[in-house]
């Protein structure tokens, strides 16, 4: 049903129909400003790269071969945009040879972990290391395609990814030993 719909929109779209635009944008604005935000951590930006997907995407519709694959073109849009912000001499990513198992924090983001918590956390990783985290762990790109994408070698896009990995979960279990000790603080002053 929903592909359908899709095609008769996008189809609307290519003959200039406002309406049919405005009804694409509310089918795909919340789930693109997600990828957006997650990848560039300001949402002021992440709006601004929205728009401009938007637009390049109607503007284009005529290089889109398949219209039941809108979506998945217009996530690429925004991933190509996200990345061309942060390619404006935002960020360094740093070569690493060498990586050792002992060096990064094995624990996982289990199950119980809250996933806004979570988002919290990613957008306050270093860009270069929030996009790549963004890329793999979230829209499942291979690292091959995240170092094709950045300009990086596919080493470095692993090397990258696994220091993203290790910064959000020192982030969470520095969290975690935050509320731990803030609890046990109450329990005292409770109990006193």
Known sequence: MLQKSEIILVGQCRKG????????YRLYAKGMYNVAIRMVGDSQVAEDILQEAFIKAFNGLDKLQNDVAFGSWLKRIVINLCIDYSRKDRF??????EIKGS??????????TDPAFVHELIKKL???ARQILVM????????????????ISESTA???????????????????????SRKISERKTASA
Request: proline share 2%.
């Open 17 to 24: 129909n406002v309406k049919a635009q405005y009804n694409l």
């Open 92 to 97: 360094v990513f740093a070569e690493i040879d």
């Open 103 to 112: 060096d990064f924090i094995s624990e996982e983001i289990d199950d119980e």
């Open 126 to 128: 270093p860009e270069g």
């Open 136 to 151: 793999r762990a979230i829209e499942g790109y291979r690292h091959a395609e995240i170092g094709e994408e950045l300009g």
């Open 158 to 180: 692993k090397t990258q990814f696994f220091r993203a990995r290790q910064l959000l979960a020192e982030m969470i279990k520095e969290k975690w030993n935050e509320d731990r």
